[in-house]
C-alpha cells in the first residue's frame, strides 16, 4: 500500500497569511500516460463531507478559489493556501489516485487565529 | 444538482451486520463508478470499496473483505454496501462519493451516515 504522510497536523494562522500543507507519499505518484502524478486534495470543513480541491498535483477544480494551489511530482506535493480567509477554517487531506488500495493522509486541521 | 444521500445507519452490537444506502439523482448514475469510504471519529478518510458502472468488478480494502459487500442497482440509482461481523473499530461516519470517471477522484460526496458498533 501507498503510505501518505502528511504535515503539519494542525496549524494555526491569521486571516491573509499564507498556509503550506506538505504530502509525501511511500513511491512515486507518477501517473503512466499523462506525465503528471495522481494526488488529490480535498478541504473538510466541520460537519461535513470532503469537497475536492486539487486533482492530479495542481489541476484545480471548478469553482475552487485560485488561491489555493497544488504543486509538486513525484513523491512530494504541497497545497498552498495564499491569504487564508475565516471560511478556510478547515482539515485537509491529500489522496493518493495511482492505485488501489486508495490512500489518504492523516489530515491537516488549519484554525484561523 | 448533483446529490449523493446515505441512509442506514444506526446503532448495532458488535457481531449483527448493516446495510448502508446511497441514493443518487442529478447524474447518469449508471455511467459512473462509486465508492464506499469511512471517517471515524476524529480520524481521517479510509477507502473501503468501489463497484463498477455494470457491477462486475468490484475491490476492497483489505480490513473489510470478506465482512462488507457494495452492491448497486441502476435502475434504482442506488449503491449500497452491506456490512457484517461488525466490530467496534468498525464505528465510523460512512459516506459514498462519485468517482471522476476512471480517473480515482471523487468529485461529490454524500453528507455521510453514522454507524456505531457497541454493546
Known amino acids: 500500500d501507498i503510505v501518505m504522510t502528511q504535515s503539519p497536523s494542525s496549524l494555526a494562522v491569521s486571516a491573509g497569511e499564507t498556509v503550506t500543507i506538505n504530502c509525501k507519499s511511500s513511491?512515486?505518484?507518477?501517473?503512466?500516460?499523462?506525465?503528471?502524478?495522481?494526488l488529490a486534495w480535498y478541504q473538510q470543513k466541520p460537519g461535513q463531507s470532503p469537497k475536492l480541491l486539487i486533482y492530479l498535483a495542481s489541476t484545480r477544480e471548478s469553482g475552487v478559489p485560485d488561491r489555493f494551489i497544488g504543486s509538486g511530482s513525484g513523491t512530494d506535493f504541497t497545497l498552498t493556501i495564499s491569504s487564508v480567509q475565516a471560511e478556510d477554517l478547515a482539515d485537509y487531506y491529500c489522496?493518493?489516485?495511482?492505485?488501489?488500495?486508495?490512500?489518504f493522509g492523516s489530515g491537516t486541521n488549519l484554525e484561523i487565529k | 444538482e448533483v446529490q449523493l444521500v446515505e441512509s442506514g445507519g444506526g446503532l448495532v452490537q458488535p457481531g449483527s451486520s448493516l446495510k448502508v444506502s446511497c441514493v443518487a439523482s442529478?447524474?447518469?448514475?449508471?455511467?459512473?463508478?462509486m465508492h464506499w469510504f469511512r471517517q471515524a471519529p476524529e480520524n481521517g478518510i479510509e477507502w473501503l470499496a468501489y463497484i463498477n458502472t455494470d457491477s462486475s468488478s468490484t475491490h476492497y480494502a483489505e480490513t473489510v473483505k470478506g465482512r462488507f459487500t457494495i452492491s448497486r442497482d441502476n435502475a434504482k440509482n442506488t449503491v449500497d454496501m452491506q456490512l457484517s461481523s461488525l466490530r467496534s473499530e468498525d464505528t465510523a461516519m460512512y459516506f459514498c462519493a462519485r468517482e471522476r470517471t476512471w480517473e480515482r477522484h471523487f468529485d461529490y460526496w454524500g453528507q455521510g451516515v453514522m454507524v456505531t458498533v457497541s454493546s
Open positions: 489522496q493518493q489516485h495511482y492505485s488501489y488500495p486508495l490512500t
Open positions: 442529478g447524474f447518469t448514475f449508471s455511467s459512473y463508478v
Open positions: 513511491q512515486s505518484l507518477l501517473c503512466s500516460g499523462n506525465q503528471k502524478n495522481c
